[in-house]
């Protein structure tokens, strides 16, 4: 893998769009091959692209998996690895969007996710935001990219993975 970047910006309805752009010898990474979309757990085991979203100061947070295929996972926690209720991820949250290209060099998957639904007020919030993929080699070997590691093995859930920082939008 030669390089692994994200870009992050929130768009009008309370949106967020991540774009993610892994690029390389593609043909040396297994890519899910597409499938209609849906929820599927356990995406990260293998190529997918994850981004945990956080009220800024509060220690639940959201975690979503998008896979190349298609498929996507949401999570919600109420705080490190603590998972809350399933009540907690609104059954009214609109799935996010994800749309994929690839070349023999570059896979670029975006994702339009829907803050509103998530929790009160997290549209028009500050946000800490962690990014994070996870690469599966042709051998089934796995790589992790994040945008910060904290120290020690890959850890995505981890405070400190946190890293970008989102200013609240005021009307």
Request: hydrophobic content about 40%; charged content about 30%.
């Amino acid at each position: 893998m030669r390089r692994v970047c994200a870009r992050v910006r929130r768009i009008p309805e309370a949106i967020l769009a991540v774009t993610y752009i892994v690029e390389g010898d593609l043909d040396r990474v297994r890519v899910p091959a597409p499938r209609p979309p849906r929820f599927a757990d356990r995406l990260w085991r293998h190529t997918c692209c994850e981004i945990f979203v956080a009220r800024r100061g509060l220690p639940g947070y959201h975690e979503f998996n998008l896979s190349p295929s298609g498929e996507w996972a949401a999570y919600a926690f109420e705080r490190y690895r603590e998972r809350a209720p399933l009540e907690a991820l609104r059954e009214d949250a609109p799935e996010p969007k994800v749309a994929v290209r690839s070349t023999a060099e570059k896979l670029e998957l975006e994702a339009l996710i829907s803050l509103g639904p998530l929790s009160p007020g997290c549209a028009h919030a500050g946000l800490s935001l962690a990014l994070a993929t996870v690469v599966e080699d042709e051998d089934g070997a796995l790589s992790y990219w994040a945008l910060r590691h904290p120290p020690g093995k890959p850890d995505f859930h981890h405070p400190d993975a946190f890293a970008l920082q989102l200013d609240e939008i005021r009307d």
